[in-house]
C-alpha cells in the first residue's frame, strides 16, 4: 500500500469501484459535493499504485464524529487496509477535538461487528430512527 491520503474528485470512479466491489451503498457526486463542503479531511482513500485499495468517509458534527462506508477492494484485503484507515480517520477526529465517534453496524454483519470491537467500538444498545426527507425542489423549478 502507497499510503492514506484525503479524497481528490479524481477518485470517484476509483472509490465507487471499491464501494461496489465492497457492496456498499454508492453516493452520487451531489451527496459527496454536500458532505464535502463540511469537513472534506474526513474523506480518506487508501492507495496501492495507482489503484484505490480502499475508502472510509468520516464526518463530524461537532458534537460526535460518525465513519460511514468503510470498504476495501477484495483484491487488498487481509491487509490491515482497513484498520489503517480506521486509525488515520481517528486520528483525524482527535485533532479536531472529537470526544466519541459512532457508527453503525447492520445486525446480520457478523464480519463487521467483529472487526470494529477489535478496534475497541462497543455494541450500544440504542435504537436507530431514520425518517426519509423527500427530494429537495430546485429553486428556480418551484413557482
Not at 459535493?33 to 463540511?38: T, V, Y
Not at 474523506?43 to 464526518?59: H, K, N, P, Q, W
Not at 467483529?114 to 440504542?126: A, E, I, S, T, V
Request: proline share 6%; glycine share 10%.
Amino acid at each position: 500500500m502507497s499510503g492514506i491520503r484525503q479524497f481528490r474528485w479524481a477518485d470517484y470512479d476509483r472509490v465507487v469501484a471499491v464501494w461496489r466491489e465492497s457492496g456498499i451503498g454508492v453516493l452520487s457526486r451531489a451527496e459527496l459535493e454536500a458532505k464535502l463542503e463540511r469537513d472534506p479531511e474526513l474523506f480518506l482513500v487508501a492507495e496501492s499504485g495507482e489503484d484505490i485499495a480502499g475508502v472510509v468517509l468520516g464526518t463530524y458534527d461537532g458534537r460526535r464524529g460518525w465513519i460511514f462506508r468503510l470498504g476495501v477492494h477484495p483484491g487488498y484485503r487481509r491487509r490491515g487496509i482497513a484498520t489503517r484507515l480506521v486509525a488515520e480517520l481517528e486520528k483525524r477526529l482527535h485533532a479536531l477535538n472529537c470526544p466519541r465517534i459512532n457508527l453503525l453496524v447492520l445486525p446480520d454483519n457478523d464480519a463487521g461487528l467483529r472487526f470494529w470491537q477489535r478496534l475497541g467500538y462497543l455494541p450500544c444498545p440504542d435504537v436507530l430512527c431514520s425518517k426519509p426527507l423527500p427530494a429537495r425542489i430546485p429553486n428556480n423549478l418551484s413557482s
